[in-house]
């Protein structure tokens, strides 16, 4: 069961609206990736849009994108075919009309980037296009070889900062949506120091994921799931949460933080190998080095295990030389830092928990089922991905939903006016004098969930799990917090408690979701999807 402390409570901390500066505006977005960029570019052409962003505008789980953007943009693909391809990686929970939707819709998108200014890698002329795990054909786009996600999130800042009617407000951390009878009125903030309440008729979470909940991530400190915790909190449903996908390849330097060395780099015929020197991926799938992520990611720990290594090697000093300099740039610059030539040198690699697949259930319009509350990006259960997502359909899915959930609620917010009401909030009362280190307790929970909620589950580490987060938050949840990091510690705790839950329940292997005690798909009982709702 989900605990009281986590059903029961709507704001993280007591305030009176009444007794705060406020702002205004038609729509607020929480974000400035990819989704929540796009969104905002969107949604000014209705009305006045504010941006609220926890960090730097460009510090979002998109800059640090390096694979690419999947789209058909050759002659030589189709949309049938990518098509065929997520649903296949989505292991039978993805929604085949949303697919068709964005894989549709995606390359006008992509042309859309190249309109406003996006530099992606030509050859004469023409796109240059990498295949990925799981594509069967090579449609994917990129920029600077590896250095994808940073010229996206480059684009659409420039793009963003020139359009009228749109405001950014970085190192502003949005505490909670604020509700005022059976709708969203607007967000409570800290900005610039100071608690202060934004209104609007709508509101567009855009936060990304919440990887950064586990020890070993590529995902920036920014990532912990706030977004999905504030509207788990105003009564949005949430779903397939179990579905965490764990990146096969980070750069394993003990350390350092875990730095992702994308998918193309297999794509372009790289090779995993171990200490002995094996390259094992055949053994384990038909696609080789190119099969989908859960399975080399398992497979990875596997070897592992077996050589009794802390990582495997990806090779490429079989390649050209000049060739791999000049497509990975970024990968061959921080190699370097660490006396390794990746021409000449095998990189040490492991898994890291890399994508939210779940998240805030939406639908086509980015609607959450929250009057005025809407979702995009990775933040968002859009039902694309299903159980396990395409490479590189990421991003895609960002342009797509982004334009779709700013259109939705700029049209929605014309015209309507918030009387800016009096809220007034009173969080669950402390119950403990207890003092929490807030950054123990971001350690511990960490470092609990990549051991015992990572790529290999089980029933009795699940419920262990649950056993300590609850004991965790019996304490940290009850306390009001005033800085960022404990309200952050707050939303990765809430996420930690239903990630854990969701993987429990779901008694099958699929996709991202690897039970040991239960290692078969189970279509027949299980070929649905996990709800939950505050």
């Excluded at 965490?244 to 980070?250: E, L």
């Excluded at 193309?264 to 200490?275: I, K, N, P, S, W």
Aim: charged letters at 25%; proline letters at 3%; one cysteine or more.
């Amino acid at each position: 069961m989900v605990k009281k402390y986590l059903s029961s409570k709507r704001y993280l901390l007591s305030f009176d609206t009444a007794a705060l500066t406020s702002h205004e505006a038609d729509t607020i977005v929480v974000g400035s990736g990819v989704a929540g960029l796009r969104a905002a570019v969107e949604a000014a052409r209705f009305g006045r849009v504010l941006v609220l962003t926890k960090e730097a505008a460009s510090e979002s789980n998109t800059n640090y994108a390096q694979g690419g953007v999947a789209a058909v943009l050759s002659t030589d693909d189709s949309t049938d075919s990518h098509v065929d391809d997520t649903l296949t990686a989505g292991a039978g929970l993805c929604d085949e009309e949303v697919v068709r939707y964005v894989t549709t819709d995606g390359p006008e998108l992509v042309r859309e980037l190249i309109d406003w200014g996006a530099r992606f890698d030509r050859s004469d002329g023409e796109l240059l296009f990498t295949q990925e795990g799981g594509h069967s054909r090579a449609r994917i786009v990129h920029a600077n070889g590896d250095a994808t996600g940073f010229e996206v999130e480059r684009t659409l800042l420039e793009k963003a900062r020139r359009t009228a009617d749109l405001d950014i407000l970085e190192y502003t951390f949005v505490v909670d949506v604020v509700s005022d009878a059976s709708r969203v009125v607007g967000v409570l903030a800290l900005h610039g120091g100071n608690l202060e309440v934004f209104y609007a008729p709508c509101v567009i979470i855009a936060t990304g994921g919440a990887c950064y909940a586990y020890r070993e991530t590529t995902n920036p400190s920014t990532a912990t799931g706030d977004g999905i915790a504030l509207a788990y909190r105003a009564g949005a449903t949430l779903s397939d949460l179990e579905f965490v996908q764990f990146h096969p390849t980070t750069l394993y330097i003990a350390g350092t933080e875990r730095t992702l060395i994308s998918e193309t780099v297999r794509g372009e015929g790289g090779q995993l190998r171990d200490r002995f020197g094996i390259h094992f991926m055949p053994n384990y799938h038909p696609l080789g080095d190119l099969a989908p992520r859960d399975i080399v990611s398992r497979a990875i720990v596997r070897q592992m295990a077996q050589t009794r290594d802390t990582n495997v090697y990806l090779d490429l000093r079989h390649l050209d030389k000049d060739t791999i300099l000049k497509r990975f740039p970024k990968l061959a610059e921080l190699s370097r830092l660490f006396d390794i030539d990746i021409s000449t040198d095998m990189i040490p690699v492991r898994p890291s928990a890399h994508y939210f697949c779940g998240g805030i259930r939406v639908d086509r319009s980015g609607l959450t089922g929250v009057n005025g509350l809407y979702a995009c990006g990775e933040a968002a259960d859009t039902g694309l991905h299903g159980a396990n997502r395409l490479g590189s359909n990421s991003l895609l899915e960002g342009l797509v939903y982004g334009r779709a959930a700013g259109a939705a609620a700029g049209r929605a917010a014309r015209g309507e006016k918030i009387a800016a009401p009096r809220v007034a909030a009173e969080a669950v009362a402390e119950s403990r004098p207890a003092t929490v280190d807030v950054r123990d307790m971001e350690n511990s929970l960490r470092s609990l969930l990549w051991r015992q909620v990572g790529i290999d589950r089980d029933a009795g580490s699940l419920a262990e799990s649950e056993e300590r987060i609850d004991f965790w938050s019996s304490y940290v949840m009850d306390k009001q917090f005033d800085t960022p990091e404990g309200w952050a510690v707050q939303n990765m705790l809430t996420l930690a408690k239903l990630i854990t839950f969701s993987a429990r329940m779901r008694t099958e292997s699929r996709g991202a979701h690897h039970r040991v005690d239960f290692p078969d798909r189970d279509d027949l009982n299980w070929r649905r999807h996990l709800i939950i709702k505050r």
